[in-house]
């Protein structure tokens, strides 16, 4: 079970789970999104054709984000698995990996209704050093505004906003939702319900894994 998918709407809580998974079983967490802010933030050629669409709440294409998935998972410390967080994000990146060769193990979903999603995004907080993702509710960071794993400063995304939020779950229905039939036929897919507590969720995650908690 190394090499995992976590597939879910925004903020169904991938990052937070991915995170989880990979403290526990010494695999990378790697997340598209966070590349893509990193190339934004460094104002890199990549990021600068990225983020319009991401501002917007719109995917990045297909062929930028393969470039970087592909390039990423080549990495020494992806060679004994990882999480994929956020990608594939379009039938056209499923087949893509598939075309690398990539023999996916699982691939989870984290299911939490459109309501409970909106409410979780205004109160989210990453870390615009290492992108470690927060909640002032849920998941607060032991000092307010400082990320705990690495010291830098949180700060909400600025594709938080109540329409943007709107936005991102139209294109996750339209683009990623159809990924769900795409694995099942591949007997693949596991649905884990996100429940109202991080920790309640990780446990039945774990679970599904076969992870000792
Ligand atoms: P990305 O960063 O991947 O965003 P996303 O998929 O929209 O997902 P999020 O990061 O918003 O949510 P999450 O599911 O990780 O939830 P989290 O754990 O943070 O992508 C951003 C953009 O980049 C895209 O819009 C697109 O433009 C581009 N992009 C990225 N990948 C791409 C691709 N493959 N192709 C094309 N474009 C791509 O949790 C959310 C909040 O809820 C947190 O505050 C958390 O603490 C809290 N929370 C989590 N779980 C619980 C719980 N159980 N109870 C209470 N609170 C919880």
Same mark, same amino acid.
Request: glycine letters at 10%.
């Given at each position: 079970?190394?090499?995992?998918?976590?597939?879910?709407?925004?903020?169904?809580?991938?990052?937070?789970?991915?995170?989880?998974?990979?403290?526990?079983?010494?695999?990378?967490?790697?997340?598209?999104?966070?590349? *893509?802010?990193?190339?934004?933030?460094?104002?890199?050629?990549?990021?600068?054709?990225?983020?319009?669409?991401?501002?917007?709440?719109?995917?990045?294409?297909?062929?930028?984000?393969?470039?970087? *998935?592909?390039?990423?998972?080549?990495?020494?410390?992806?060679?004994?698995?990882?999480?994929?967080?956020?990608?594939?994000?379009?039938? @056209?990146?499923?087949? @893509? *990996? $598939?075309?690398?060769?990539?023999?996916?193990?699982?691939?989870?979903?984290?299911?939490?209704? $459109?309501?409970?999603?909106?409410?979780?995004?205004?109160?989210?907080?990453?870390?615009?050093?290492?992108?470690?993702?927060?909640?002032?509710?849920?998941?607060?960071?032991?000092?307010?505004?400082?990320?705990?794993?690495?010291?830098?400063?949180?700060?909400?995304?600025?594709?938080?906003?109540?329409?943007?939020?709107?936005?991102?779950?139209?294109?996750?229905?339209?683009?990623?939702?159809?990924?769900?039939?795409?694995?099942?036929?591949?007997?693949? *897919?596991?649905?884990?319900?996100?429940?109202?507590?991080?920790?309640?969720?990780?446990?039945?995650?774990?679970?599904?894994?076969?992870?000792?908690?």
């Amino acid at each position: 079970m190394n090499k995992m998918i976590l597939l879910g709407a925004p903020g169904a809580g991938k990052g937070t789970q991915a995170e989880a998974i990979s403290d526990k079983l010494g695999i990378p967490q790697i997340s598209t999104g966070n590349m *893509l802010r990193e190339a934004v933030k460094n104002g890199t050629e990549l990021g600068l054709k990225a983020k319009e669409a991401m501002d917007s709440g719109a995917l990045v294409s297909d062929d930028i984000v393969i470039g970087i *998935l592909k390039d990423r998972i080549a990495e020494p410390d992806a060679a004994n698995g990882f999480i994929l967080d956020g990608f594939p994000r379009t039938v @056209a990146q499923a087949e @893509a *990996l $598939d075309t690398m060769g990539v023999a996916i193990d699982v691939v989870m979903e984290i299911a939490v209704p $459109d309501e409970r999603i909106c409410a979780r995004m205004s109160g989210r907080r990453v870390c615009e050093s290492c992108g470690a993702s927060y909640h002032i509710e849920y998941k607060p960071t032991t000092v307010e505004g400082i990320c705990d794993k690495c010291g830098g400063k949180t700060v909400q995304r600025v594709d938080d906003t109540p329409e943007t939020v709107l936005s991102r779950l139209a294109v996750y229905q339209e683009k990623t939702a159809p990924l769900k039939d795409y694995y099942a036929k591949t007997g693949k *897919l596991v649905t884990v319900e996100g429940q109202e507590e991080v920790a309640d969720t990780t446990k039945l995650v774990f679970k599904a894994l076969g992870v000792q908690d």
